[in-house]
Nanobody
């Protein structure tokens, strides 16, 4: 499975972006998907996660109420809608697919496939 992340860009604080994670070579509906952010000089961390079976979602506290995940199985794509963006959201964002158990969803090693990063820059 190959993942293609896109949708990043430069936006002012308070603005919105929609990131896309499009899969090829396999069905993304068969995998849990995580979106990770990596700011300069910092470790990559999970910001949003959608489970494979029941679609249960999880968000890091800093993005709850602002970011929303969705799946479009027809397009084999998972989206991350990012609203009310803040300068601290500035980072490279990566999508990943795998079958982690719930307690391992934050572990990078739990994912089989990674997309390339898409850069999000939020100006103040």
């Amino acid at each position: 499975v190959q993942l293609q992340a896109s949708g990043g860009g430069l936006v002012q604080a308070g603005g919105s972006l929609r990131l896309s994670c499009a899969a090829s070579g396999g069905s993304l509906r068969d995998y849990a998907v995580g979106w990770f952010k990596q700011a300069p000089g910092k470790e990559r961390e999970l910001v949003a996660f959608i489970r494979v079976n029941n679609g249960q979602m999880d968000y890091v506290d800093s993005v709850k109420g602002r970011f929303t995940l969705s799946r479009d199985n027809a397009r084999n794509t998972v989206y991350l809608q990012m609203n009310s963006l803040k300068p601290e959201d500035t980072a490279d964002y990566y999508c990943a697919a795998g079958r982690p158990i719930w307690s391992s969803r934050k572990n990078l090693g739990s994912y089989y496939y990674w997309g390339q990063g898409t850069q999000v820059t939020v100006s103040s």
